[in-house]
């Protein structure tokens, strides 16, 4: 069985010598790509061909890394590929990552894909809780990510249960308070919302900013036993080696910067390192794995290399890249300016568009209750027409009753020949139809008064009438709003970009006017620190009442007695750094 192994073995590898390409996958933090490699093809050739296909230019930062057993690997640039201890399967699967940190990110990363990629990186690291990070800071942390993805917050897009689909905490930290996952995005958002007017670089930007004072940020870490075969952690990262109790990854016992450190070697399983101080004595430690030896020297050597680049003067590469970041920045600046004017141009012009819809309806409404008011006035003028009309014929129909009435008592007059019994009615009839013909007199005259008063009713009426035809006639000719005239000035004309109206003039021999921008940006980096440990605070006095004591982990308790001390991951390096080396070197050893 064993033989027949082997021959297989050495069958693939008979088979990858004859072919003159190998397949290789290359997975970032975004996305996926393979490539079709030459057999010859080194780490370096690879390497270079993700970076342009990238378009990065910062290559020193990353490294394409690969799992090997228990552990991982980064990709040699000096050897070939398939010379090294890569997976055999094809397509060759390999992880393009940032290998180094940087010690100020805002300073130290120019272009943008840069600060994306490690953006991405650490934003998993911490959710993966390979970083630890402590709740509040997770809340804002996840503001800045949101930010990143949607953009300003408008809440009439951004609404209740938007953040729900969105990995933005640590389980840890779910798992640490009472708090439903509505509490959280509520939260969240509130910090979001306080965000408004950034891009996306920059909020990308301020979460990496935060990330970098997290305590494990940046930091690689090993096992190992120093001489008196105590086992310890050794921390790896920008400003140097660090030594850990295996419990507490967060405070180092140790620290040695890397500008104390003159050389590093290994033998087996035997690491040396001697200190620049050449009376201090060289001090050792075991790892576990020879494998591990070659990974903590690799990371020891690029780390070393740039802590001592950015104390000199920046390469000519550099310069040039940083000069042509300052010169996308202005123009993104000069874009955003010109994208601002037009949003509120835009806002204005929908704010005067409402305001004329809401104009119109108003005026539609009032023609409407003119209209109807004259709708009235008409059936009224009508209605008092007819009631004249008929008032004159009754009066008509009396004068007329009067006039038979006073005819009937003349012929009872001509005809009183008789006796005088005869008489006395006679007499007595005529009384009574002359009191009906002064009653039907008065009767007559009041219908009359009755139809001059409807006459003028009736006047009233159609006056009103014109009346309410002329205010109708006169809301109509209003109608037309015609909305006020943007000054010409205001207008988004059409903005030119010209290398004449942005003036970068850095003058080396005026350091005196250089100190002084430098001790500006100091106090500006100080009330922004302040800043930022009071809007933490706040947070942190907001969820406390909700955390549930009993479920923080070692790290969470070590990270509260840290800042009820006020340690802080860079207070604690300057103050283990203030020893002398050899002191540090022999608490080391003793430890």
Known sequence: ???????????????????????????????????????????????????????????????????????????????????????KEEPITLYFLAKFYPENAEEELVQDITQHLFFLQVKRKILEEEIHCPPEASVLLASYAVHAKFGDYDPNIHKPGFLGQEGLLPKRVINLYQMTAEMWEERITACYAEHRGRTRDEAEMEYLKIAQDLDMYGVNYFLIRNKKGTHLLLGVDA???????????????????????????????????????????????????LR??????????????LFIRRRRVDSLEVQQMKAQAREERAKKQVERQRLEREKQLREEAERARDEMERRLIQLQDEAHMANEALVRSEQTADLLAEKAQIAEEEAKLLTQKAAEAESEMQRIKMTAIRGQEERRLMEQKMLEAEMLALKMAEESERRAKEAE????????????????????????????????????????????????????????TDMKRLSMEIEKEKVEYMEKSKHLQEQLNELKTEIESLKLKERETP????????TEQGTSKHSNFKKLTLQSTKSRVAFFEEL
């Open 453 to 508: 008063q409807l006459k003028q009713d009736l006047q009233e009426a159609r006056e009103s009438e014109h009346r309410a035809k002329h205010k109708l006639l006169e809301i109509t000719s209003r109608a037309v709003y015609t909305p006020p005239a943007l000054p010409a000035d205001n207008m988004p004309a059409d903005l030119s970009f010209s290398r004449e109206n942005l003036s970068f003039d850095f003058k080396d």
């Open 555 to 562: 790290l969470d308790i070590i990270h509260n007695q840290n």
């Open 239 to 289: 400003l140097g080696l660090h030594i850990y109790e295996p419990d507490n990854r967060l405070t180092p016992k140790i620290s040695f910067p890397w500008n104390e450190i003159r050389n590093i070697s290994y033998s087996d399983k035997e690491f040396t390192i001697k200190p620049l101080d050449k009376k201090t004595n060289v001090f050792k430690f075991n790892s576990s794995r």
């Open 1 to 87: 069985m064993a033989s027949s192994l082997a021959a297989k073995m050495g069958l693939n590898s008979l088979r990858r010598k004859q072919a003159k390409n190998f397949n290789v996958r290359i997975s970032t933090m975004e996305s996926d790509m393979e490539f079709s490699c030459e057999v010859k093809w080194k780490g370096k050739d690879l390497f270079d061909l993700v970076c342009r296909t990238l378009g990065l230019r910062e290559t020193w930062f990353f490294g394409l890394q690969y799992d090997i057993k228990d552990t991982v690997a980064w990709l040699k640039m000096d050897k070939k590929v398939l010379d090294q201890e890569v997976p």
């Open 292 to 305: 591990v030896n070659k990974l903590i020297l690799q990371l020891c050597i690029g780390n070393h290399d």
